[in-house]
């Protein structure tokens, strides 16, 4: 589940940005970056400006109750609830303009039936008033929600507000679901989320998880999901991993494309745990505190056409001061890669035709030596490679031979990056060092005693034999290249060189000031 950097857990992310000289860096304590205008450099196709302006205007539905529909009245408290239970499945409600409330409980929430309609008049808004803690819930499939706002619910955490229950076919259109604890949305299998404002939301904007079966076949398209995590999770629970903008968890086929997710405190979007075939594109990752991507113990994504800038600006800085020299970076991909066995619209990890302006530090690949299926080291307990599906298969002395020494790793493996723009000016970002770095590494594996993965195997493997591969990128600034562990720490030629031979067809050029 939660994220490591080492073997030993991420630390939590800082409210305040604390600048010792020590690092080189200076900003105004407790600053966050402020959202910026088109980059100063773009490739053909890729978004250079938000795509999802949705919150500050959103879209209004109708004036008129639509033919046949069940009229719902703000003045009648649990108006809504009711007029669910008694009417039969595939009936579209109408929610007149006001605050519609729910009975005074809180689990007094709607529970649709099959095929229900919700459409939200202009203005109408479905408040929990810090009472209830689900709007939506119920195993009910292909529900459908349009323009309604939904807010002040007290979700616990890791569940969510609007699909409780993760059921399949939900369609999520034109919303507004913002100040709620806990997750505004949950998802289900087929679920599409469209056009929506993800604001605000204590824990996250939406939390992709199933709690038996998996999800497939998931769209998040042209939504603005933006200031999530107000509850500040990895600071309350040290290393929960349980943050962000949106959280993908064993997502089999998701298109992640044209929302502008921006100023979430942590990640932006993170994979974690056995995802497969996701397609991101188009997006415009920007300001979040942390990185603006996490792919994590997953496979076979492809990331395109993506402008992703001043990320990780918060989380990457606190480290750094801590003096920490591990590359945190704006785009990690951690134990995850291409699988040719796994089925999925690509056979690799492709990232191409991004630009990346402005962030602390490039992208990262990483491989923990010692998380692997049943190691006690993995975080993500009880979970399997998609590779075994007997946790237990993986034990001496049958993971020390093939098939399951390959097995039993999530592998950060077949990972191409090429035809990106990487652009730092270290005035923007208020730093001197640490915040520059691509990287491809791996710890000196110790743990457990019977790991067949100990010593310098795994960073063997990373750096030379996984067809892990930058070329023909175009680097404008400062940069600097991590191999093999961190304290290898590389200019352009030693990077392009023997024995690493990366970024051939690339070019780099300084740039000096603003």
């Not at 100040?179 to 289900?188: D, E, K, Q, T, W």
């Not at 599906?389 to 077949?414: E, G, M, S, V």
């Not at 990972?415 to 640490?434: A, P, Q």
């Not at 067809?467 to 590389?490: C, K, M, Q, T």
Request: proline share 6%; charged share 20%.
């Amino acid at each position: 589940m939660g994220i490591k950097w080492r073997r030993w857990a991420l630390p939590a992310a800082a409210l305040a940005l604390a600048l010792p000289a020590a690092t080189g860096c200076e900003s105004t304590p407790g600053a966050r970056p402020k959202p910026s205008g088109a980059p100063a450099t773009s490739v053909a196709g890729v978004p250079s400006t938000p795509v999802a302006r949705v919150c500050a205007k959103p879209a209004a539905g109708p004036a008129k109750a639509p033919a046949g529909a069940v009229t719902v009245d703000p003045a009648v408290a649990g108006d809504l609830a009711a007029k669910t239970r008694s009417s039969p499945p595939n009936t579209t409600f109408w929610l007149r303009p006001g605050k519609h409330r729910l009975e005074p409980d809180r689990y007094a929430q709607v529970t649709p039936k099959e095929g229900d309609s919700y459409l939200g008049a202009p203005g109408a808004v479905l408040d929990g008033r810090k009472t209830n803690q689900y709007a939506f819930s119920g195993t009910a499939r292909n529900v459908t929600i349009r323009y309604l706002t939904v807010q002040g619910f007290v979700a616990p955490q890791n569940e969510g507000v609007v699909n409780h229950d993760s059921a399949d076919g939900w369609v999520i259109e034109h919303a507004t679901i913002r100040n709620n604890s806990g997750a505004g949305l949950m998802a289900g299998a087929r679920q599409q989320v469209r056009a929506s404002c993800l604001r605000d939301n204590g824990q996250y904007g939406m939390n992709a998880y199933k709690a038996t079966g998996r999800i497939s076949d998931l769209v998040v398209e042209g939504n603005e999901i933006v200031g999530n995590n107000t509850g500040d999770w990895e600071r309350r629970r040290k290393g929960c991993g349980c943050t962000g903008g949106v959280k993908f968890w064993a997502v089999n086929g998701a298109d992640v494309r044209g929302n502008w997710v921006h100023d979430n405190r942590g990640t932006g979007l993170w994979a974690d745990t056995n995802n497969n075939d996701f397609l991101i594109e188009n997006n415009v990752l920007e300001a979040n505190d942390g990185a603006a991507l996490i792919y994590e113990t997953s496979y076979n994504a492809v990331i395109r056409k993506n402008t992703i800038r001043r990320n990780n600006w918060v989380e990457g800085r606190k480290e750094a001061d801590r003096g920490d020299n591990f590359p945190y970076a704006t785009v990690y991909l951690s134990e995850s890669g291409g699988e040719p066995r796994i089925r999925a619209r690509t056979d690799k990890i492709e990232i191409y035709r991004n630009v990346l302006e402005n962030n602390w530090s490039g992208i990262t690949l990483w491989e923990n030596a010692d998380r692997f299926c049943n190691s006690p080291a993995n975080t993500s307990s009880g979970d399997c490679t998609l590779l075994v599906k007997n946790t237990h298969r993986c034990a001496q002395p049958a993971i020390a031979r093939a098939p399951l020494y390959a097995d039993c790793r999530w592998k950060t493996q077949r990972v191409d990056i090429h035809g990106n723009r990487f652009v730092l000016d270290e005035s923007v970002v208020k730093c001197t060092e640490k915040c520059d770095r691509m990287a491809v590494l791996a710890n000196y594996g110790t743990y457990p005693d019977w790991s067949p993965y100990q010593g310098e195997r795994v960073a063997d493997a990373i750096t030379q034999k996984q067809h892990n591969r930058w070329h023909d990128n175009v680097y404008v600034g400062p940069w600097e290249f991590v191999a093999y562990d961190p304290s290898r720490i590389l200019d352009s030629g030693q990077w392009q060189s023997t024995p690493y031979r990366q970024d051939a067809g690339s070019t780099f050029r300084a740039r000096d000031g603003g």
